[in-house]
């Protein structure tokens, strides 16, 4: 079993990465192989919406996108972590969430070469903000479950926390068992 965790946050060592970290994990101590990609240390440019990727599924963008899709592929599931960026995902997360449009064709359905690798492939988010009401963050919640939906994918939930200050989260006993047990369910079979 592969666990991929991706940081949407630029802030390393901050609420988002530390819950990511919990879930990772609970992940591992269930037996996964875990890895973690942090977006703000890659240089992925957003879909310039060429259409090219909709015959071979290969994306004309040259970048760190190039290296993280094998990794998608190969994932058994994918937790998503992200902070709240003026009401929404960060810029990072949302160029590499809006690259995944290389996985489909013209219609929207799958590549039929990446299917199989992609069928039944797990999906969690964590989501972490300054104001005290954690449902700031459903246009975030709301965006990948969306996703996830539409693409059959399976939604194993979401993890909202409320923290402004670096490491703040730390303190959040709930928000740090929650994403401990949000990486324990990506890890089952």
């Known amino acids: 079993m592969k666990i991929l965790g991706v940081l949407g946050s630029p802030r ?14 609970g992940a591992k ?13 890659k240089k992925i ?7 090219k990727c909709n015959e ?20 058994d599931a994918i937790i998503h972590s992200v902070p709240v960026y003026f009401w929404a995902m960060t810029a990072q997360m949302k160029a590499y969430l809006d690259r995944w449009c290389a996985f489909f064709d013209g219609e929207w359905k799958w590549h039929k070469h990446y299917y199989p690798k992609i069928k039944g492939k797990k999906i969690g988010l964590i989501t ?3 104001d005290s009401n954690v ?7 709301h965006s990948f479950k969306t ?15 409320s923290a402004a200050a670096k490491g703040e989260v730390a303190k959040d006993e709930k928000a740090k068992r929650a994403a401990y047990e949000l990486g324990k369910k990506a890890a089952q079979k």
């Open 147 to 161: 996703t996830v939906d539409f693409t059959r994918l399976r939604w194993i939930g979401a993890v909202m926390a």
């Open 12 to 25: 390393i060592g901050g609420n988002s990465d530390i819950l990511l970290d919990r879930a990772l994990g």
């Open 56 to 75: 071979a599924g290969v994306c004309a963008i040259k970048d760190d996108m190039q290296d993280l899709y094998p990794k998608i592929l190969e994932a």
């Open 29 to 41: 101590e269930a037996g996964a192989e875990v890895e973690k990609i942090v977006l703000c240390r």
């Open 135 to 141: 449902h700031t963050a459903d246009p975030i919640v």
């Open 45 to 51: 440019s957003g879909c310039l919406d060429c259409t």
């Open 128 to 130: 972490v903000c300054g």
